[in-house]
């Protein structure tokens, strides 16, 4: 498609409801990226892929968010046991080049409500 | 860690006015500098980059920033602003062999018609 694709748009789940949030990027970009986008702050990074390879992990917040890009396309960000704390937009983003080449497109994000 | 400021968390002001918005970022070694916007219900989009070389920078939409190195700023201005302009902006920075780029809160800029 013509831009990054985000399912679903919004998500409300229960407290320690597992979640799966959904990413496709434009077709060929080689690097994806997961932001975390909290009530009135800016995106916080989460992790980012260079085609399959999950190359920086470091802004996952705990060991109950994992994300994966298994055929270097679509990617797919999980929550486990999820909390309120956990409430946010999650954004995808990607890039025909690598991180160094710096030119973004951003999906519209999912919106996680857990209550 | 790096961070960014932005000044103004919320804006108002009438078409024709001049904006500018502020930002600084606290790394010390070369970055990359970016202005993103969000119209309402839409996603963020790239304003304008700066990598190197002329550091006044001229977006889309007759945006422009400047970088001043020795005060680690880059801040975005418009000199007639217009009712479509109401969004948020984002500063971000991005160190030169980085991964990601680290985000300002953002400034919410509401244009009165």
Redo the contacts between chains.
């Keep these: 498609g013509a831009?990054?694709s985000q399912s679903p748009r919004y998500k409300v789940a229960k407290r320690g409801q597992d979640v799966a949030l959904r990413c496709d990027p434009i077709s060929g970009h080689v690097s994806l990226?997961w932001?975390q986008q909290a009530l009135?702050?800016?995106?916080?990074?989460l992790t980012?892929f260079q085609n399959e390879a999950q190359?920086?992990k470091s802004?996952l917040p705990s060991d109950r968010f994992f994300a994966e890009r298994p055929e270097g396309s679509v990617s797919t960000l999980k929550i486990q046991r999820t909390q309120q704390e956990d409430s946010a937009v999650y954004?995808c983003?990607s890039s025909f080049g690598t991180?160094?080449v710096?030119?973004?497109t951003?999906?519209?994000?999912t919106r996680l409500t857990v209550v | 860690a790096q961070s960014v400021s932005q000044h103004n968390h919320h804006v108002i002001l009438s078409e024709a006015a001049s904006l500018e918005l502020g930002c600084n970022y606290s790394y010390g070694g070369t970055v990359n500098l970016f202005w993103y916007v969000q119209y309402p219900g839409q996603h963020l989009q790239l304003l304008l980059k700066y990598f190197s070389g002329d550091p006044l920078v001229k977006g889309i939409k007759g945006f422009e920033a400047e970088f001043i190195k020795s005060k680690f700023s880059f801040n975005l201005r418009k000199p007639s602003v217009q009712w479509s302009d109401t969004a948020e902006y984002f500063c971000a920075v991005k160190r030169e062999y980085g991964n990601k780029l680290v985000f300002g809160a953002g400034t919410i800029l509401r244009v009165k018609s």
């Design positions: 831009g990054v990226f932001y009135g702050q800016g995106p916080e990074f980012y190359l920086d802004g954004l983003a991180s160094r710096g030119r973004y951003f999906g519209s994000g």
